[in-house]
């Protein structure tokens, strides 16, 4: 990998998601913001990582997702994850 942005983003990604979905956002902070860019777009070129569309409704706005399961009971909520 030419850019070492891109390989230290690589790197990141793969020690803290390893094969999971992860969003944009979570990788603030990993390489300067200046550089940011090139480096994912490297990776994406690179088939180093693999984009997902967002999910949209019928509606045309995006499906909510939630970083928690919760378990809704009869006097509240428990978070299992």
């Not at 230290?8 to 200046?34: A, M, Y």
Request: aromatic share 10%.
């Amino acid at each position: 990998m030419k850019n070492v942005y891109a390989k230290r983003l690589l790197d990141h990604i793969q020690k803290n998601f390893r094969s999971l979905p992860f969003t944009e956002r979570w990788l603030q902070g990993c390489v300067p913001p200046n550089h940011y860019r090139a480096a994912f777009t490297e990776l994406l070129s690179s088939k180093s990582l693999m984009a997902y569309h967002v999910f949209v409704e019928a509606s045309g706005k995006p499906v909510a997702q939630a970083e928690h399961t919760v378990l809704i009971v009869e006097d509240g909520c428990l978070v299992l994850t």
